[in-house]
């Protein structure tokens, strides 16, 4: 990757990978847009930043063309529950931003990169250790985007020659930037709650095993597949990947070890129970291990202690 444009810049994983990747590859070489402007944000101020919808093709190829990329990095999209309260616009944005994406990919024979979930998998998946290979029948119509995602990016790979890759992502973890309207995203709040408030009610009941993963090893696992051999790459779209397993009652007593009077609640909301339930308990992830060696160095209790550091710096908390 030397020319790199990034969409969804400014969401959770996009203002954290645009900076990353400015630390490696130069910040003029990474552009970095998005739906809207935010004056003074690090990735608007740092380097190249433009102001993009995905569902506009031209706007993209306009802008692809306008800095020459020779890699996108494609994000924007609905999380799970949004998606599900929304489910034409995460048709809109999912498919439609990704079809234009990869259309532009094809044109100028870009690399690409997209995640794909956890949320790829539903009811009928193997629930332990999910393989690589199994059946994929999501019943959210996220799911549904990621699985036709995931199938669109091997079918530009098959018949054009586009350089896909993608990994499924877990629940990702992180201080920077909260994720927007995902099933997962009670294992982010709970951080700030307990810092803030001492006690967090929990959206996910007790038991609900979901796999998660601490931002920076998410960043590296981009970079990493990137810049993987090609030859070596046998599923390219999308790689399973994990960093732990847990369910809320564990991330609490986490917690607890660092803020003992901390107390956990619980108020489950249907919708988010249910796409929870519908996913893994936890996934195999040997495979992106074996073609381009993921390896992800935060557990639950190594994350917690710096996702706890990390936020009371910047909620300026004691
Ligand atoms: C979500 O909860 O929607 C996302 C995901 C696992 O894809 N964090």
Same mark, same amino acid.
């Given at each position: 990757m030397k020319k790199i444009l990034v969409t969804g810049a400014l969401g959770q994983i996009g203002s954290e990978l645009t900076m990353h990747m400015r630390n490696i590859y130069g910040a003029n070489n990474v552009v970095a847009t998005d739906i809207r402007r935010i004056e003074g944000h690090e990735t608007v101020e740092s380097g190249p930043f433009e102001v993009l919808d995905v569902t506009n093709a031209k706007q993209m190829a306009d802008l692809a063309k306008k800095y020459n990329v020779d890699s996108i990095i494609h994000l924007a999209a609905l999380l799970s529950a949004v998606a599900e309260a929304k489910p034409v616009l995460a048709w809109e944005i999912n498919m439609g931003g990704l079809f234009n994406a990869l259309e532009v990919a094809r044109e100028l024979n870009t690399a690409f990169f997209t995640p794909s979930s956890? +949320?790829?998998? +539903?009811?009928?998946?193997?629930?332990?250790?999910?393989?690589?290979d199994t059946i994929q029948r999501p019943q959210t119509m996220y799911g549904v985007t990621k699985v036709s995602g995931e199938l669109l990016c091997d079918y530009y790979f098959k018949k054009f020659g586009v350089d896909t890759r993608g990994v499924r992502f877990p629940g990702l973890i992180s201080y920077t930037t909260p994720p927007g309207?995902?099933?997962?995203?009670y294992a982010v709040d709970i951080y700030y709650e307990a810092l803030k408030s001492g006690k967090y009610t929990s959206f996910i009941g007790e038991g609900t095993y979901m796999d998660m993963m601490y931002m920076p090893d998410a960043l590296n696992a981009i970079v990493t597949l990137m810049e993987?051999?090609?030859?070596?790459?046998?599923?390219?779209n999308a790689f399973n990947i994990t960093a732990m397993s847990f369910e809320p009652s564990q991330i609490a007593a986490e917690i607890k070890k660092h803020i003992p009077n901390f107390e956990m609640s619980y108020d489950v909301d249907p919708v988010r129970q249910a796409i929870a339930n519908s996913w893994p308990d936890s996934i195999d992830d040997s495979a992106a291990k074996a073609e381009w060696g993921f390896n992800a160095k935060y557990d639950l209790a190594s994350m917690t202690s710096d996702m706890l550091l990390k936020l009371r710096e910047k909620l300026n908390i004691k």
């Open positions: 956890i +949320g790829a998998f +539903g009811p009928g998946t193997p629930k332990i250790k999910t393989p690589q309207g995902g099933t997962t995203d993987a051999d090609s030859s070596k790459l046998i599923h390219r």
